[in-house]
């Protein structure tokens, strides 16, 4: 059964990929921690969603769909002018580069969706 993303990385790469979804899930649910200065919900909803994507990254819980809508939320923030345009553009590249990546051999959706083998004996 082939997983829903590109590759389990194993050793080293899997280490790197643990690395990248730590970095990113914790900036984007910092990022919604300061939403002391806001007021609006329409303000704040983004953000909510973002930290919500990024909660889904740190559990390794379907990482491709959450690294499709931290880029698609990042897209949303970066031209609407509510964020830092240089930030909103890292995150949503970090975010593709997950969803294209894919969860890495230490995470959930690996023991979930990974590779599986059937053997197939011969008849005795």
């Known amino acids: 059964m082939r997983p829903p993303f590109s590759t389990l990385a194993d050793r080293l790469p899997s280490l790197g990929l643990l690395l990248l979804r730590v970095v990113t899930a914790t900036v984007l649910v ?5 939403l002391h200065r806001f007021t ?43 964020c ?14 997950l969803a294209l990546l ?10 979930r969706f990974g590779w599986k083998r059937i053997e197939i004996r011969r008849p005795e």
């Open 84 to 97: 830092d345009l240089y930030l909103s553009a890292l995150l949503a590249t970090l975010g593709l580069a």
């Open 30 to 34: 910092f990022g919604c921690v300061q």
């Open 102 to 111: 894919g969860p890495g051999a230490w995470s959930v959706d690996a023991r």
């Open 40 to 82: 609006h919900i329409l303000t704040v909803a983004p953000f909510l969603f973002a930290a919500a994507a990024g909660l889904l990254l740190l559990l390794v819980l379907w990482t491709v769909i959450a690294g499709v809508a931290v880029v698609v939320l990042e897209i949303f923030l970066a031209a609407s002018h509510s």
